[in-house]
């Protein structure tokens, strides 16, 4: 389960990773996370340099994901801030065999920014921890603006985009089943499926 | 999955998408507790969830935040103990109900050892082991699976222990030592405990079953990759 380390790395200098993903194409899946995973060894023994070179690496995503999530560049700011931070704090929280290190520091800024769309929208922040690791979770009281009409149709037809459409609205937009269901008027069994068939496209992507 | 039927596989997409009903969550977590066939599913399909992330548009990162990322870790790390030891300042972040006296004697015992290898690696672990032995410690020989002793640990009942390592490592190699719980969840699951270019190395074995050494490129690994040996620790 573990991938082997990459060896006679400098204690001090961590090599270089890729370059930073910030004007690049996105990187493609799966990732080759072995560096990735020898940087947060080094982090949990206070190398900051491993921090630097983690922060190179995926920044980029991450702010991305911030961006996406919050819409304002102060605020994708400040999160994106906050994750580096957490991260380095957390290192010894990271098990590779529950994914990679790319995901660890997602989920990570993925649950900041859900605190934050929370704040906004004025609802009690709820814990949801799956063994101290912020889990995937959501907001839970609806929400009122229903999504564009022809949407809803497109999903009761079962097409890829909608469904794609609808999961990007959960995770992105923080919106759980329900307050999807409150948005589109879709039943609540409609949703679920087309969330299924989105991941499971996904997961088409990755290897094996 | 040698045996489908008996793997909830169905029902993990959902799990991961928070759609499972609270009886079928349960089901779920129960049976990831003992399958690591649908551990590794899970994992999959999160990963696969978060790369929603990969088909975003590229932005440019502005330097402000790494900026604002070592202002806050420096100020910080002013508020924290000297890295010259590595080791301990790991351990303090992990107990940080040790008194603070106690810590701070530590430190300076450790510095104090880093100093003096600079003379003498063998001196500083004879030094070492002697104050060791004179605060009551008990004394281990740390043995590979062969029975061939590679070092000694001075286990002492607080909690912590120093493990002194027959020879050096050798160039760009590390000591790495491993704390493994004998039962429960993590069963056999090593952990770092911290990690040495030189010959002595004090870690917390509070919470483990035995304490292992095994040698690493520099830096350290995620796992053991060379494992010298692993040696029982005294009932408490
Ligand atoms: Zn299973």
């Known amino acids: 389960m573990y991938a082997a380390p990459t060896p006679h790395r400098s204690q001090h200098a961590p090599a270089p990773l890729e370059p ?9 899946l799966p990732l080759p996370d072995t560096a990735h995973q020898q940087l947060i060894v080094q982090l949990r023994h206070e190398h900051e340099d491993a921090l630097k070179a983690l922060y190179d690496s995926l920044s980029g995503v991450t702010y991305r994901v911030c961006l996406r999530m919050l819409g304002t560049p102060e605020d994708a700011q400040e999160v994106l801030q906050d994750t580096f931070v957490r991260l380095a704090d ?5 098990d590779p065999s529950r994914g990679t290190v790319r995901t660890f520091v997602l989920t990570i800024v993925h649950h900041l920014c859900l605190e934050r769309l929370r704040t906004r929208r004025s609802r009690p922040v709820r814990e949801h921890d799956r063994e101290g690791e912020e889990a995937f979770d959501l907001p839970s009281q609806a929400a009122r603006d229903p999504l564009d009409a022809a949407l809803v149709q ?10 794609r459409a609808l999961l990007e609205d959960m995770f992105f937009g923080g919106y ?10 879709l ?5 679920k499926s087309c969330l299924r068939r989105a991941l499971l496209k996904l997961r088409e992507r990755m290897l094996p | 999955m040698t045996r489908p039927d008996d793997h909830p596989t169905d029902l993990l997409p959902d799990y991961v998408l928070a759609s499972l009903d609270p009886d079928q969550d349960m089901t779920v977590d129960t049976h990831l507790q003992s399958c690591a066939d649908c551990r590794v599913e899970v994992a999959r399909l999160r990963e696969a969830l978060f790369s929603l992330a990969d088909d975003l548009p590229a932005v440019a990162v502005p330097e402000g935040p790494w900026k604002a990322i070592q202002a806050q870790r420096s100020r910080s790390s002013a508020q924290a103990p000297p890295s010259s030891a590595p080791s301990v300042s790991v ?3 992990r107990f940080p109900v040790w008194p603070l006296a106690a810590a701070i004697a530590l430190i300076m015992a450790v510095g104090g050892y880093t100093l003096v290898s600079t003379r003498s ?3 500083t672990a004879q030094a070492s082991a002697r104050h060791w032995l004179a605060q009551g410690a008990r004394l281990l020989t740390l043995t590979s699976k062969n029975g061939q002793p590679y070092g000694s640990m001075y286990v002492r009942p607080d909690g912590r222990a120093l493990l002194v390592l027959n020879k050096k490592a050798a160039p760009g190699q590390v000591y790495q030592a ?3 719980q004998a039962s429960g969840p993590r069963a056999g699951v090593p952990t770092s405990l911290g990690l040495t270019g030189g010959t002595v190395m004090e870690v917390s074995w509070r919470g483990y079953d035995s304490v292992g050494v095994s040698i690493e490129p520099a830096g350290g690994s995620l796992a053991p990759t060379h494992p010298l040996g692993r040696t029982r620790l005294p009932e408490s």
Do not use: K, N
């Open chain 1, 90 to 94: 957390r290192a010894d929280r990271y």
């Open chain 2, 121 to 123: 690696g063998v001196q």
């Open chain 1, 176 to 185: 759980t089943h329900a307050e999807i269901t409150a948005r589109t008027g």
């Open chain 1, 20 to 28: 930073p993903v910030t004007s690049t194409e996105p990187t493609p």
């Open chain 2, 178 to 180: 491993w704390g493994r």
């Open chain 1, 154 to 163: 497109a999903a009761l037809t079962a097409l890829p985009d909608t469904d």
């Open chain 1, 187 to 191: 039943p609540l069994g409609t949703v």
């Open chain 2, 91 to 93: 351990r303090l972040r």
